[in-house]
Structure formats: structure tokens, C-alpha cells
């Protein structure tokens, strides 16, 4: 299996602009995960998806922030507009079902200018 | 606000000694631990997963849990260079409707 998939590896993009931020999950796994990487905060749950059903998007830090799975096999994270705060790396997750062992993509990094 | 919460360090250790981190979480109601192993740059990596009191054992690394006192343990043995890395505590609640919630990480040093 190639793992999760995250596409593009690097973004780079002015203030104002959209972003949209790709995973491809392990085939078989029912579980999605979005997470964003700083170094003052963190891994941050953004949000996950069950069987392709958001279950918990309490981390999506604001409207401008947005994901969907529109099948098993795809999920999108857009940022419209984006701002320089938006800057970090974002990573992909997925898991067979929600509380078994959840294997990352190789991420995303996003800079905002 | 559910909370894993680990010493940042950095933790140093010589090479060939036992290295031990630490990590608690605040939900007792959580039912899945997780370290990852995070290299400076590159994606998280699962190392062990525990979900029952106790030690579990894969090679080198020990995972012990105590639900009691909600404190979750990574032992490194015989610690190599190459261990030197960022190690993430994951835990997972048992409600189902939460993800996967990290720490920050307790960064390792293996001194040669």
C-alpha cells in the first residue's frame, strides 16, 4: 500500500488567496483525520471524518477554514482567503476505524506571504 | 478540553542507557494510546499503540499504561543515535466523537 497520499508537499501563496490542500487515505481505513503542525501549538486536530461523515470539526479554527470527503477515497481542506497566520504544516491521517492506529501522510507545508 | 500533556525537554541520555518518557492525559474516559516518533521535518510515525493497563513490549520500546493514574510511558532500551527524535503521546477518548488528541512532544537527545 503507498500510504496516505497528501498533495501539494509545499504551498506557497499570497495573503488573500485560495488554498486547497489534498488526502488520499489508505484504501480500507474509515477513519480521516486533518491536523495542522506549529511549533507554539502543536499537532492540532482540525477536524475527522467517519465513513466520509465529519464527526468532529470543533478544530477548524474559523470559517475561512473548510473540508470535505466527498468519497472514501478523497477529502479536500481549503483556506479562503488565506492569511500569513495560516502558515504551517498540515498532515492527513487515516485509520482503519477511529480508535485503532492512525498512520500520516508526509504533509503539507503551507506559507502564507 | 481534553489534554495529553508532556515534558517538552530536551531529555538526554547517553547512547546504550535506558531512555524513559512520560506522558498524562486528563480523560478518563479514554480507551487508545498511541507514541509517535517524529523526526525534525518529516511526518509522524507510529512506534506502539497500547490499549489495555499494563507493558506491552516490540523490541526495543516498552509501552506501559496506568488508567488509573491516567499516565501513559515510553521506555527506549540500549537508545541509539538514530532514536534521537521528537516522541508524541496520542490518546484517543472513549466517546468516539473525539479525534486523535497529541501532545506536544518531548524532544530526545541520544548522546554518541
Known amino acids: 500500500d503507498a500510504g496516505v497520499i497528501q498533495s501539494p508537499r509545499h504551498e506557497v501563496t499570497e495573503m488573500g488567496q485560495e488554498v486547497t490542500l489534498r488526502c488520499k487515505p489508505i484504501?480500507?481505513?474509515?477513519?480521516l483525520f486533518w491536523y495542522r503542525q506549529t511549533m507554539m501549538r502543536g499537532l492540532e486536530l482540525l477536524i475527522y471524518?467517519?465513513?466520509?461523515?465529519?464527526?468532529?470539526d470543533s478544530g477548524m479554527p474559523e470559517d475561512r477554514f473548510s473540508a470535505k470527503m466527498p468519497n472514501a477515497s478523497f477529502s479536500t481542506l481549503k483556506i479562503q482567503p488565506s492569511e500569513p497566520r495560516d502558515s504551517a504544516v498540515y498532515f492527513c491521517?487515516?485509520?482503519?476505524?477511529?480508535?485503532?492506529?492512525?498512520?500520516f501522510g508526509q504533509g503539507t507545508r503551507l506559507t502564507v506571504v | 478540553q481534553k489534554e495529553v500533556e508532556q515534558n517538552s525537554g530536551p531529555l538526554s541520555v547517553p547512547e546504550g542507557a535506558i531512555a524513559s518518557l512520560n506522558c498524562t492525559y486528563s480523560d478518563r474516559g479514554s480507551q487508545s494510546f498511541f507514541w509517535y516518533r517524529q523526526y525534525s521535518g518529516k511526518s509522524p510515525e507510529l512506534i506502539m499503540s497500547?490499549?489495555?493497563?499494563g507493558d506491552k513490549e516490540d523490541g526495543r520500546f516498552t509501552a506501559q499504561l496506568n488508567k488509573a493514574s491516567q499516565y501513559v510511558s515510553l521506555l527506549i532500551r540500549d537508545s541509539q543515535p538514530s532514536d534521537s527524535a521528537t516522541y508524541l503521546c496520542a490518546v484517543h477518548s472513549g466517546g468516539g466523537a473525539d479525534g486523535l488528541t497529541f501532545g506536544k512532544g518531548t524532544h530526545l537527545i541520544i548522546q554518541p
Open positions: 497500547i490499549y489495555s493497563n
Open positions: 491521517a487515516s485509520s482503519y476505524i477511529v480508535h485503532t492506529e492512525a498512520f
Open positions: 484504501s480500507g481505513h474509515n477513519s
Open positions: 471524518f467517519n465513513n466520509n461523515v465529519p464527526i468532529d
